[in-house]
């Protein structure tokens, strides 16, 4: 299993970011992925699941602002990020039944 984030950058408070996670090695029909970010002197946190169903989640921080969707046939998932606001600063990694991705990095000032 292989799964690669992109789409961090530095923005200001207010802007918008789109994260992408492409998976490769595992059947991407059937799946529960999900969003955890890290930030400075945190402990990871849950962001967003999806699932092959569509069923999605969002942690109370991010709920109206983000949004997690799926393309299969990409096999990826994305995270479009609205409202930023600095405590969103965080490293964000891409999860997947016990594998996770390098993670990328989401700086808002």
């Known amino acids: 299993v292989q799964l690669v984030e992109s789409g961090g950058g530095s923005v200001q408070a207010g802007g918008s970011l789109r994260l992408s996670c492409t998976a490769s090695?595992?059947?991407?029909?059937?799946?529960?992925m999900g969003w955890y970010r890290q930030g400075p002197g945190n402990e990871c946190e849950l962001v967003s699941t999806?699932?092959?169903?569509?069923?999605?989640y969002y942690a109370d921080s991010v709920k109206d602002r983000f949004t997690i969707s799926q393309n299969t046939e990409k096999n990826t998932i994305y995270l479009q990020m609205n409202g930023l606001k600095p405590e969103d600063t965080a490293m964000y990694y891409c999860?997947?039944?016990?594998?996770w991705g390098h993670g990328t990095q989401v700086t808002v000032s």
């Open positions: 999860a997947y039944d016990g594998y």
């Open positions: 090695g595992f059947d991407f029909d059937v799946f529960d």
């Open positions: 999806i699932s092959s169903d569509r069923t999605t």
